[in-house]
């Protein structure tokens, strides 16, 4: 069983930065792919960013060039190093690892304000 963990969220205005971090406990590896996702109101949750084996990282377009995901593998920790923040950035954002399924946080709130 995997549970994962995120912080970080927040009001921030557009412009800015903010930092979410997600750990996990249970038994990831580096070859599992560790990642983060967004919901805003009335839309489908999407794809923000990604990292698997070898650190390949893998972006939405909406935000390549201003967030920047890392893994911590000794602390199973994954961030989402969130710059120029946008209106559009507002949603709530969502740890998630591929093992056997697809395990996810709680969530955590960002919102963009102008």
């Known amino acids: 069983q995997v549970q994962l963990v995120e912080s970080g969220g927040g009001l921030v205005r557009a412009g800015g930065s903010l930092r979410l971090s997600c750990v996990a406990s249970g038994s990831i590896s580096r070859l599992d792919v560790m990642g983060w996702y967004r919901q805003a109101p009335g839309k489908q949750r999407e794809l923000v960013a990604d990292?698997?084996?070898?650190?390949?990282?893998n972006y939405a377009d909406s935000v390549k060039g201003r967030f920047t995901i890392s893994r911590d593998y000794a602390n199973n920790m994954v961030y989402l190093q969130m710059d120029s923040l946008k209106l559009e950035d507002t949603a709530v954002y969502y740890c998630?690892?591929?093992?056997?399924?697809?395990?996810w946080g709680q969530g955590t709130q960002v919102t963009v304000s102008s």
């Open positions: 990292m698997r084996s070898g650190s390949r990282t």
């Open positions: 998630n690892v591929k093992l056997d399924i697809d395990y």
